[in-house]
């Protein structure tokens, strides 16, 4: 699978205490950030940063688990001449990870389905409607 870093921005809710937010907003307003967002991108990425093993053991042990497929974390594609190099394995594979999987709506559906048996995706999914009801993805957005 043909795996792409972008600019793919998601939005979230979050609840966050006034006297945390009124802290944001100081540092915000004093230059430190340029907005509430940047500022929770940042203390984000630092979070990320400082539990990096836990995530590369995560990944680790999620690939490890899935015994004949693919497991992604990102942003990830699937293309037809990966299906084609599926079915000439003679394996289906399942289809598993975390963030965006793009399916590339040129794919034959029945090709598509004769060589993914299964998708699970904590994330999105961009695919046809007619991929999406035969995996039974459900749209969470």
């Not at 497929?69 to 289809?95: A, C, H, N, Q």
């Not at 965006?100 to 998708?119: C, H, R, T």
């Not at 995706?121 to 991929?131: A, F, H, N, Q």
């Amino acid at each position: 699978m043909n795996t792409c870093t972008g600019s793919l921005t998601e939005k979230v809710s979050v609840n966050i205490n006034t006297t945390t937010l009124a802290a944001i907003d100081l540092l915000v307003d004093n230059g430190h950030y340029f907005n509430r967002s940047d500022f929770i991108n940042q203390a984000l990425r630092e979070a990320l940063g400082r539990n990096e093993a836990n995530i590369q053991r995560a990944s680790e042990e999620s690939g490890k688990r899935l015994s004949s497929g693919y497991w992604f974390m990102g942003v990830s594609r699937l293309t037809e001449p990966e299906i084609d190099e599926i079915l000439e394995s003679g394996k289906p594979r399942s289809v598993s990870g975390y963030g965006v999987l793009s399916i590339d709506p040129e794919i034959p559906a029945q090709k598509l389905f004769a060589a993914i048996s299964g998708i699970r995706v904590r994330g999105k999914v961009s695919c046809t409607p007619e991929v999406r009801e035969h995996y039974d993805l459900k749209n969470k957005e």
